[in-house]
């Protein structure tokens, strides 16, 4: 069974950084695409940043320069470093499964999320 | 990178079909055939309905539909059932080796 388990949220000042984890379990995880993806409060969803089975990596523009995602195949892990955080990044951050290993695949498996608020 | 544009709401009676649509540009819907759309209950987590414009995942019922002509995809529910209700979202690969989400589509059954 395809498990993702997100951790790392909690509440942080603006310009502050943040590091999120996902632990993957149930598949081969190097060998497919993951992400993050978030949900603003009463909004919908926001595809974040994604990063292929070799690595390929990309962001949308709203964080682009200031979040980093990464993954730890040895670990069955992935990540995403967020750094000069803002009002408008506070959201629900989910972890997702591609349903291949390039950045065109569909996000087949979703993890519970984990909480970010940015505020004062 | 802007939202794909989706109807805010469409609502139908237990047993009818309905659609919600997906408008994008060549550079996203139109460009490719990886547009996927998912079904999210509140509080929950988004399921993968349909990929590839219209595959359906293992497990996900046939009365589930994907279609696209042009810059605009669609995804069909047949036979509409109580717990069809949810926020449905389309998604798509873009040009920019990104992909985007459309705004967001509340289903309600009468």
């Known amino acids: 069974e395809v498990q993702l388990v997100e951790s790392g949220g909690g509440l942080v000042q603006p310009g502050r950084s943040l590091r999120l984890s996902c632990a993957a379990s149930?598949?081969?995880?190097?060998?497919?695409?993951m992400y993050w993806v978030r949900q603003a409060p009463g909004k919908g969803l926001e595809w974040v940043s994604g990063?292929?089975?070799?690595?390929?990596?990309g962001y949308a523009d709203s964080v682009k320069g200031r979040f980093t995602i990464s993954r730890d195949n040895a670990k069955n892990s992935l990540y995403l470093q967020m750094n000069s955080l803002r009002t408008e990044d506070t959201a629900l951050y989910y972890c997702?499964?591609?349903?291949?290993?390039?950045?065109?695949?569909?996000?087949?498996?979703w993890g519970q999320g984990t909480l970010v608020t940015v505020s004062s | 990178q802007s939202a794909l544009t989706q109807p805010a709401s469409v609502s139908g009676s237990p047993g009818q079909s309905i659609t919600i649509s997906c408008t994008g540009t060549?550079?996203?819907?139109?460009?490719?055939?990886?547009v996927s759309w998912y079904q999210q209950h509140p509080g929950k987590a988004p399921k993968l309905m349909i990929y590839?414009?219209?595959n359906r995942p293992s497990g996900v019922s046939n009365r589930f539909s994907g279609s696209k002509s042009g810059n605009t995809a669609s995804l069909t529910i047949s036979g509409l059932q109580a717990e069809d209700e949810a926020d449905y979202y389309c998604?798509?690969?873009?040009?920019?080796?990104?992909?985007?989400f459309g705004t967001g589509t509340k289903v309600t059954v009468l």
């Open positions: 998604g798509s690969y873009t040009s920019s080796n990104t992909r985007v």
């Open positions: 060549s550079s996203d819907v139109g460009g490719y055939n990886y």
């Open positions: 590839e414009v219209s």
């Open positions: 997702a499964k591609g349903e291949k290993w390039e950045l065109l695949s569909s996000l087949d498996y």
């Open positions: 990063i292929s089975w070799n690595s390929t990596i």
């Open positions: 149930g598949f081969t995880f190097d060998d497919y695409a």
